[in-house]
């Protein structure tokens, strides 16, 4: 009888045992595999899905299977805006509320804070494996370079920016371009590799090495395209030459009237007037339309094999028979840039044929002013031509294809979103550390087409240029400028300036913004410079 007893207590602790294995087993698959692609200084309008021309059959096809948000926000430049996806902090609570050089204060030290931690080092606790490919830009002392921020696999161009056909310098003044290799230096002499297609393949080939494990992962793809030198494959320019000759005006009236037939601007949304500084293309001779022509086209081919890369990626993940429990984030880091290079004496001056490794020159305002179609200003300014970008979300049977939402967003969502959907807290300490609370707010529910409690406000400040948005209300100025107050559900193209007719919301407002700013250290940038 004690024998009996004995072996059927066994039993059950065995059957429990393997109970709780399988229960082990079976959460890890649950949790998906999240992708987030990062493109670079790519316009509000750049995309197919968003209102271009520009050939991008991938990222339209996960537009049309999943989720466009149409008033996301970045932070208004490279590096502020990795902090905040990487970390779900404002900026100067992440240590870079500029650029990567140290400005002499906590938010504007160059680098990651000790008090953030990334997506990577907070999925890694809950199994995932993680990689990174492409632009990392958040830091160049060890403690914020990548495999030591929670990436298991990373390929990283730790500068703004690059030549696209090797690694020599495209400054004048001392920088070097910087590759890593899983945290080693490495040269990328061979022209013969679009730098465009090396993340893509570093991406793919991480993909394939993944252990035979259930455990899911996170890749991270940081294109560098489009930023600047505007390089591109020959056949890739061959698409677009001659496409652009009807000038920038039209092709803005053309993407606006998309934008609208697409449902990506409301009705009343107006176009707002082309820059300034911008010629009648009328009055151009047909020499300087060919040059202008060949500018955009090179553009227009760097997002073009940019859309390519994605598509391998997804091709490859289905291959691998992984695509069905994936969720894939889409979004670009700032509006279109303004950058003239050809006019700064610290950039290399190279002038052969455009679009080759010969050549370094970028876009300039006209074509930039189309990118960010139907908004003013550019990459750097917090009006909406320097902060909306594009945003898509694709998790197939969960996110309903051909959904939309005006739902205003941010950066600093994806963190709290990839905890989420991994079923991680975030923690009040990470190795020791205390870490500043979040900010972002997860969208997940917006993935189900629940209600989502939104951000009562959310703040930008960047060199000077500033602003805040509460509800449909947005306060913004540039540097020395006054404040500017628009409503944006009735004007999204910021042409209405309403400050003098509603003073007290102005006031109401800028308090809000200078507790922000106080609270994360915000530094007068006359000041810092």
Same mark, same amino acid.
């Given at each position: 009888?004690?024998?009996?007893?004995?072996?059927?207590?066994?039993?059950? #602790?065995?059957?429990?045992?393997?109970?709780?294995?399988?229960?082990?087993?079976?959460?890890?698959?649950?949790?998906?595999?999240?992708?987030?692609?990062?493109?670079?200084?790519?316009? +509000?309008?750049?995309?197919?899905? +968003?209102?271009?021309?520009?050939?991008?059959?991938?990222?339209?096809?996960?537009?049309?299977?999943?989720?466009?948000?149409?008033?996301?926000?970045?932070?208004?430049?490279?590096?502020?805006?990795?902090?905040?996806?990487?970390?779900?902090?404002?900026?100067?609570?992440?240590?870079?509320?500029?650029?990567? =050089?140290?400005?002499?204060?906590?938010?504007?030290?160059?680098?990651?804070?000790?008090?953030?931690?990334?997506?990577?080092?907070?999925?890694?606790?809950?199994?995932?494996?993680?990689?990174?490919?492409?632009?990392?830009?958040?830091?160049?002392?060890?403690?914020?370079?990548?495999?030591?921020?929670?990436?298991?696999?990373?390929?990283?161009? =730790?500068?703004?920016?690059?030549?696209? +056909?090797?690694?020599?310098?495209?400054?004048?003044?001392?920088?070097?371009?910087?590759?890593?290799?899983?945290?080693? =230096?490495?040269?990328?002499?061979?022209?013969?590799?679009?730098?465009?297609?090396?993340?893509?393949?570093?991406?793919?080939?991480? @993909?394939?090495?993944?252990?035979?494990?259930?455990?899911?992962?996170?890749?991270?793809?940081?294109?560098?395209?489009?930023?600047?030198?505007?390089?591109?494959?020959?056949?890739?320019?061959?698409?677009?030459?001659?496409?652009?000759?009807?000038?920038?005006?039209?092709?803005?009236?053309?993407?606006?009237?998309?934008?609208?037939?697409?449902?990506?601007?409301?009705?009343?949304?107006?176009?707002?007037?082309?820059?300034?500084?911008?010629?009648?293309? !009328?009055?151009?001779?047909?020499?300087?339309?060919?040059?202008?022509?060949?500018?955009?086209?090179?553009?227009?081919?760097?997002?073009?094999?940019?859309?390519?890369?994605?598509?391998?990626? @997804?091709?490859?993940?289905?291959?691998?028979?992984?695509?069905?429990? #994936?969720?894939?984030?889409?979004?670009?880091?700032?509006?279109?840039?303004?950058?003239?290079?050809?006019?700064?004496?610290?950039?290399?001056?190279?002038?052969?044929?455009?679009?080759?490794? #010969?050549?370094?020159?970028?876009?300039?305002?006209?074509?930039?002013?189309?990118?960010?179609?139907?908004?003013?200003? +550019?990459?750097?300014?917090?009006?909406?031509?320097?902060?909306?970008?594009?945003?898509?979300?694709?998790?197939?049977?969960?996110?309903?294809?051909?959904?939309?939402?005006?739902?205003?967003?941010? @950066?600093?969502?994806?963190?709290?979103?990839?905890?989420?959907?991994?079923?991680?807290?975030?923690?009040?300490?990470?190795?020791?550390?205390?870490?500043?609370?979040?900010?972002?707010?997860?969208?997940?529910?917006?993935? !189900?087409?629940?209600?989502?409690?939104?951000?009562?406000?959310?703040?930008?400040?960047?060199?000077?240029?500033?602003?805040?948005?509460?509800?449909?209300?947005?306060?913004?100025?540039?540097?020395? =400028?006054?404040?500017?107050?628009?409503?944006?559900?009735?004007?999204?193209?910021?042409?209405?300036? @309403?400050?003098?007719?509603?003073?007290?919301?102005?006031?109401?407002?800028?308090?809000?913004?200078?507790?922000?700013?106080?609270?994360?250290?915000?530094?007068?940038?006359?000041?810092?410079?």
């Amino acid at each position: 009888m004690v024998k009996h007893k004995l072996r059927k207590i066994l039993i059950l #602790t065995a059957l429990v045992s393997l109970n709780k294995l399988s229960n082990a087993q079976q959460v890890i698959p649950d949790k998906p595999n999240i992708i987030v692609i990062l493109a670079d200084d790519m316009g +509000f309008s750049d995309l197919g899905s +968003f209102g271009s021309e520009i050939n991008t059959p991938n990222l339209d096809k996960l537009a049309a299977e999943g989720l466009k948000m149409t008033q996301f926000y970045n932070s208004g430049r490279c590096c502020p805006s990795r902090a905040a996806l990487l970390t779900g902090l404002y900026p100067h609570q992440a240590g870079i509320g500029d650029m990567i =050089q140290d400005k002499g204060s906590p938010a504007y030290q160059g680098y990651l804070s000790e008090q953030s931690v990334t997506i990577a080092e907070l999925l890694k606790t809950a199994g995932y494996h993680t990689i990174v490919s492409g632009k990392w830009h958040v830091g160049q002392v060890e403690s914020s370079l990548a495999h030591n921020r929670g990436f298991d696999k990373s390929f990283t161009m =730790q500068n703004n920016g690059s030549s696209y +056909f090797n690694s020599e310098p495209i400054y004048n003044d001392g920088r070097k371009v910087t590759f890593l290799l899983n945290g080693k =230096q490495i040269q990328r002499q061979d022209t013969s590799r679009y730098l465009t297609q090396a993340i893509t393949d570093f991406a793919i080939k991480s @993909l394939d090495e993944l252990p035979k494990d259930k455990n899911p992962f996170f890749l991270y793809v940081a294109y560098n395209a489009p930023h600047w030198p505007i390089q591109a494959l020959p056949e890739d320019i061959a698409k677009y030459k001659g496409k652009y000759l009807e000038g920038w005006d039209a092709l803005r009236n053309r993407r606006f009237r998309k934008q609208k037939s697409l449902g990506i601007l409301g009705n009343e949304t107006e176009l707002s007037q082309r820059y300034a500084e911008v010629p009648d293309w !009328n009055r151009l001779s047909d020499t300087d339309k060919e040059f202008w022509d060949t500018r955009m086209a090179i553009y227009a081919a760097m997002i073009d094999r940019m859309d390519y890369g994605i598509g391998e990626i @997804l091709a490859r993940l289905k291959a691998l028979k992984k695509d069905k429990n #994936t969720v894939i984030l889409f979004v670009s880091d700032n509006g279109g840039s303004a950058d003239t290079v050809k006019d700064w004496d610290y950039v290399t001056q190279k002038n052969g044929r455009p679009g080759s490794v #010969t050549s370094i020159d970028s876009y300039y305002p006209p074509w930039g002013n189309v990118s960010n179609t139907p908004f003013r200003l +550019f990459k750097k300014n917090t009006h909406e031509g320097g902060i909306a970008s594009p945003f898509i979300a694709w998790y197939p049977g969960i996110i309903k294809a051909g959904s939309a939402s005006d739902h205003p967003g941010h @950066l600093i969502d994806f963190m709290p979103t990839c905890l989420e959907l991994a079923g991680i807290p975030y923690p009040k300490k990470f190795k020791s550390k205390t870490l500043t609370p979040l900010e972002g707010k997860s969208l997940v529910n917006i993935f !189900n087409n629940k209600p989502v409690q939104g951000h009562a406000s959310l703040f930008w400040e960047h060199e000077g240029s500033r602003a805040i948005r509460k509800g449909d209300w947005k306060l913004v100025a540039e540097i020395n =400028q006054p404040w500017e107050l628009y409503n944006l559900k009735s004007d999204r193209s910021e042409m209405k300036n @309403l400050a003098s007719q509603y003073p007290g919301k102005v006031k109401s407002l800028e308090k809000e913004f200078l507790i922000w700013a106080k609270k994360v250290g915000v530094v007068d940038w006359e000041t810092i410079k």
